[in-house]
């Protein structure tokens, strides 16, 4: 049929819009309908509403096409790295999977506040991997809350890092124990120490890979070096990966100085005096940063950047200062063949008798031999045990001896003397009980001297396991009883020390001292106007520390601010800039609280509180309110 045309010609204008409008949506090719529907206002919600229209779109936005992959690229973008570019996958399937997944995540993360408030949070989050659900998507679900809202969603965000640090440590645990299967000659020192970094920093970027190149840049300054000395030097040829070994001696020795000038002069690396038991120092990537560290950290990236380079160094596990050997002789065998470097001691180059003189005595030819990577990571951990257990038994330090004696246990599982200081610790934290009977169980079979020491504890986790099963309700405090009224702070309020200076929020209290005796003692209570009779408040400081303290040394803080504290989000919920707002769980100890904060912060800062208290207390109150009927429904 002939197209009407008007006087010059062209197509008429009534043509071309009775045109268009037999025209449909439907009608366009599919890689115009992909364009429009990879839009980025529309969420998976459009997509899943457009695809139901008909046939034709539903096709369009079939699972291995461009719509869904698009929508899941949006909505993670972290999660890319674990697909090849251009990948043909079902993305619809791969969407519905990880959306359930962040669900499952979710719920479970706000349950267990709810379990864990009253007792220090165990690794019992061996729940989330018998989901079965995909490790990155649980990860990345994870993060996901982590960097949400900053003052929002604490106890959330508390309890989603505790479990993250757990997957990532399971992961990493796995890891050593693979290396560690590994024949002894393919055993990387370096990559061994990567492993324990990693565990102790599990929210850390470190990788072997990052940590490599980072090496790499600094084995090209000392061939620059290098060059300066001897242009033709064989080093200067080996390339990233090679295995060359440099022969001789007077070419190993150029290596070395020029490795000393690079490392120590021109990069400034040293060994830390001042600051020796700091836990930083035994962490690779911290050494690389900082620049400082202790003898075996920095004899692990001295010994990498040598065989770089073509020289072969051997790890001394020399009693108190690690040391690194170079063999001056085709086969040495006698411990005068070596020469002995202190990477701790700027690259210095020792006689054997000389060692000796770093540690004040005389030891035997034994102590010379070379080590293997596994004893290497022995002593890298068992320095970080030594640090934990000489901790000042506060979360952090606990941490510490926790982690290093999981690392110790795994290189060496049968170790009696640190198996039984782990059942100890968990039973001192009152954690993980199950856990304790099983390390008890394998103490009793290695050793059965051990006897009365496994029995003792035995009996007291057994009877701990059995008051789990019956807890106590939670002892609520009300402000109005008349033993309460002397009480002038409540939860929440952010405070100052009159004296030691410090910041710290109020997350409980007494009305009068509970301590013992002896503590009342060394902390001079009776010095105090006051002495033990007035109230006392449980404090979480600045500075990592949780007190306690009177109240004639506490006062409002002038200009309210956030307390950088780990144990914040386990009591508060949210960061409301002027204080903090309780959880659901210490609301319930302490339900009179919240209204006598926020009176205080108006009363103290009415030009920081926009709202009124009753606007606010309201606001509290349907919080609450619409939770308890979500959990209804």
């Not at 449909?24 to 529907?37: A, C, M, N, V």
């Not at 920095?298 to 040598?306: F, G, K, Q, R």
Request: glycine share 4%.
């Amino acid at each position: 049929m002939a197209t009407v045309v008007d006087g010059e010609g062209q197509p008429s204008l009534n043509c071309i819009i009775s045109d268009l409008q037999t025209k449909k949506l439907t009608d366009l090719p599919t890689e115009l309908l992909e364009y429009i529907l990879c839009f980025p206002v529309l969420k998976h919600v459009d997509i899943c509403n457009v695809s139901c229209c008909c046939k034709r779109l539903h096709d369009v936005c079939h699972g291995r096409g461009k719509v869904w992959g698009h929508q899941y690229k949006l909505r993670w973008p972290r999660l890319q790295r674990f697909y090849r570019q251009n990948e043909c996958c079902d993305w619809l399937r791969e969407y519905k999977t990880r959306h359930r997944v962040g669900i499952q995540i979710h719920s479970t993360v706000e349950s267990i506040s709810k379990r864990f408030f009253t007792e220090v949070v165990s690794n019992s989050f061996a729940e989330i991997e018998s989901l079965g659900m995909p490790e990155h998507f649980c990860e990345d679900e994870l993060l996901f809350i982590l960097s949400s809202d900053k003052r929002k969603s604490l106890t959330l965000k508390y309890y989603a890092k505790k479990i993250l640090y757990f997957l990532r440590q399971q992961n990493i645990l796995r890891s050593l124990k693979t290396f560690l299967e590994q024949p002894a000659e393919q055993q990387s020192s370096l990559e061994g120490a990567v492993l324990v970094d990693q565990y102790c920093n599990p929210l850390a970027d470190v990788t072997v890979d990052s940590i490599s190149a980072q090496l790499d840049e600094i084995a090209e300054k000392v061939k620059k070096m290098l060059r300066i000395k001897n242009a033709s030097h064989p080093s200067l040829r080996i390339t990233q990966g090679d295995r060359f070994v440099v022969e001789d001696f007077e070419l190993q020795r150029q290596v070395l100085w020029a490795l000393n000038s690079v490392l120590y002069e021109q990069l400034q690396y040293k060994g830390n005096e001042f600051d020796y038991y700091n836990p930083l120092n035994s962490y690779i990537h911290q050494v690389l940063l900082r620049h400082t560290g202790i003898p075996i950290s920095l004899s692990v990236l001295y010994m990498t950047l040598a065989q770089k380079l073509g020289v072969q160094l051997e790890p001394v596990n020399f009693p108190n200062h690690f040391l690194l050997r170079w063999c001056q002789k085709p086969r040495g065998e006698d411990i005068y063949d070596f020469v002995y470097i202190d990477a701790f001691g700027k690259g210095k180059q020792l006689t054997a008798k000389e060692c000796e003189y770093l540690i004040g005595h005389q030891v035997t030819a034994d102590y010379y031999s070379a080590i293997n990577t596994t004893e290497v990571l022995l002593r890298m951990v068992g320095n970080l045990l030594n640090i934990g257990k000489k901790g000042e038994g506060n979360e952090k330090s606990y941490q510490l001896l926790r982690d290093s004696l999981d690392l110790y246990l795994t290189i060496n599982p049968d170790n009696v003397q640190y198996l039984l200081l782990q059942a100890r610790l968990y039973f001192h934290l009152g954690i993980w009980p199950e856990k304790v009977l099983d390390i008890l169980q394998h103490i009793q079979a290695l050793d059965p001297s051990q006897h009365g020491a496994v029995g003792y504890l035995v009996q007291h986790t057994l009877e701990h396991i059995q008051h789990k099963k019956h807890p106590a309700a939670p002892e609520v405090k009300m402000r109005s009883v008349s033993e309460h009224r002397e009480v002038k702070y409540s939860v929440g309020l952010i405070m100052k020390h009159k004296r030691s200076g410090y910041n710290c929020v109020i997350y409980g209290w007494d009305p009068k001292c509970t301590m013992s005796q002896e503590w009342i003692t060394t902390m001079r209570v009776h010095q105090l106007s006051n002495g033990a009779s007035q109230p006392f408040y449980n404090v979480l400081v600045q500075d990592g520390t949780c007190r306690y303290a009177a109240q004639e040394n506490l006062e409002p803080h002038s200009a309210p601010l956030e307390i950088g504290h780990q144990e914040v989000g386990r009591y508060f919920s949210e960061f409301a800039d002027t204080h903090y707002v309780a959880n659901e769980e210490l609301q319930t100890r302490y339900p009179e609280d919240m209204d006598k904060t926020l009176d205080t912060v108006q009363e103290l800062n009415p030009s920081l509180v926009t709202h009124s208290p009753f606007t606010i207390r309201f606001a509290v109150v349907l919080l609450i309110f619409c939770k308890k009927k979500k959990n209804i429904q």
